[in-house]
């Protein structure tokens, strides 16, 4: 198993509920307040939280569990409505690597989020989005 699905299955299970190693697990996973800030810095332009209010992309609110391309109020690229996958931590974390090498032919122009401690922070925050 490669370092980065490790990273993202050990931070799918803390996200969505499976305790794997114990209580102070949850802060190797991301840090939710740390998430936001980068969120805010890096996503924010684009997304908003807010449920059902688009920007140049999607509502990121309740994204975590929802299928890839089915959000309401919004126009997906064929390509992501196609996709087949729910946003876990896996794919959040895989998206925010490079969104064109997830889903090749989306239409998110964002080259991704080299720092893998980075993205984890954003995934936790992503998660806390309801």
Not at 66 to 79: H, M, N, T
Not at 114 to 125: C, F, G, I, L, S
Request: proline content about 6%.
């Amino acid at each position: 198993m490669t370092k980065q699905i490790f990273r993202a299955a050990f931070a799918a299970a803390l996200l969505f509920g499976a305790p794997v190693l114990g209580a102070n697990s949850a802060q190797a996973a991301g840090d939710p307040a740390r998430g936001k800030a980068a969120f805010q810095a890096q996503c924010a332009i684009c997304h908003a939280t807010v449920p059902g209010k688009t920007l140049v992309g999607p509502s990121l609110a309740g994204v975590a569990g929802r299928a890839a391309g089915k959000g309401a109020g919004f126009a997906y690229s064929p390509a992501l409505a196609k996709a087949g996958f729910k946003w876990d931590a896996a794919h959040l974390d895989l998206w925010l690597t490079g969104p064109a090498k997830l889903v090749p032919g989306n239409r998110m122009p964002y080259a991704g989020m080299a720092n893998a401690a980075q993205r984890a922070d954003v995934v936790a925050y992503l998660g806390t989005l309801k």
